[in-house]
């Protein structure tokens, strides 16, 4: 019998996938990706939203160049 399951698909680059799915598997009780699907895409539950948000802009503003001058 299929199943369904409320999720977002989620439209990314390969790092950054990479990056989810270290998330993903840190989070090894509670993981939040429901599927793999290619290279660039994942569908996950709907509820991991807000969290991988931020995750992501702690990740890009520790990655940010600034000038120092």
């Not at 698909?9 to 699907?37: E, G, H, W």
Request: charge should be negative; aromatic fraction near 8%.
């Amino acid at each position: 019998m299929p199943e369904a399951t409320h999720g977002v698909l989620v439209t990314c680059d390969v790092p950054v996938k990479q990056f989810l799915l270290k998330l993903d598997n840190d989070r090894a009780p509670d993981r939040f990706i429901v599927a793999k699907l290619d290279e660039t895409h994942l569908f996950i539950h709907a509820w991991a939203v807000d969290m991988i948000k931020d995750q992501l802009e702690r990740l890009f503003a520790e990655n940010q160049y600034e000038s120092l001058t």
